[in-house]
Every structure is written in C-alpha cells, then in structure tokens.
C-alpha cells in the first residue's frame, strides 16, 4: 500500500496506469486460487514450487486489483475502470497502429512483415493480452470516457 500511497499523494492532477497479472478480489480469493497466486517462471515453464530451484527462476504473484483501486481511493485517486490488455490495446486502435508501423519498414517482403504482424498481435492480444489487466485511476481530472476503455468489457468487479 505505500507504494501507491506515494503516488496518490505525489500527483496532483493525471492518472495512473497500472498492467500487470491479477485479478478482482472476488477472483483472487475464489475456490479455484485456495493455495495462492504464486507462480515460478523457470525455463520457459511455469511451476507453483516456490523453493525450488532457488535462485534459477522468476516468482511472481497476482495483483489484487480491488486492493488497488481501495487504497489508491483513499489515498485521492478514482477508479477509472478495468479491463485486459487485449481490449485496452483493442480500443486504443493497436491494430491499425502496428499495421501502419509495420508499413514502413522497407527491405521485408510482404510474408515477413504479415509473419511479424501476426506474432505480434498473438503475443500482445491473444497470450499476454487475456492475462495482463490494465487498471486506470486518476486524480484531479473530471470524469470522461477514456479511449482504453472505450466500450469494452470493463471489469465492474473491482
């Protein structure tokens, strides 16, 4: 909590960004999560052994999202809403974006750049994209529909 504490207080007027894995409360606490987020990154497999091979793998936890918006509230920020990746980078026109930066590239032909498309939008829409949330406070600003979250699936379980 005091890292967002130091933030709320920090910013006087904007908004805070945060992507990471998570999930609401409601999800993070539920049946199917009873022994924790915990999950061990170690040679391109995942694992939920946090003592083993000590020093030789990533360990992560989930976000708990509801937590953020609580005390980033209490501390002066707004819950703006909620969603994943895919759809934040959805709305936010990712797919045009890249086409149109790929478009640019000289010295590919047309089934290197399609390939280097393709992998991209997997990667960040389809893997990463489901399982990375994107959660925007603000503070000091009015109201209004921001473009990330612009008629999507805006988690209201936060």
Known sequence: TEWIKEIATALKEGYVLTIDYGYPSSQLYSE????????????????????????????TAHVNFSALCHWGFKYGL???????????????G????????????????????VKKESFIIHTLLADMGQKY???IQRKGISNKELMGLH????????
């Open 32 to 59: 199917r999560r009873k022994t924790g987020t915990i999950l061990c990154y170690h040679q391109h497999t995942i694992n939920d052994y946090a003592y083993a091979a000590i020093g030789e793998q990533d360990i």
């Open 94 to 113: 990712f797919p045009v974006y890249l086409r149109s930066l790929l478009s640019q590239e000289t010295g590919q032909d047309l089934l290197s750049l």
């Open 78 to 92: 707004q819950c703006c809403g909620c969603t994943n990746q895919a759809n934040f980078l959805l709305a936010l």
């Open 151 to 158: 008629s999507l699936q805006v988690n209201e379980d936060i």
């Open 133 to 135: 949330k994107v959660l």
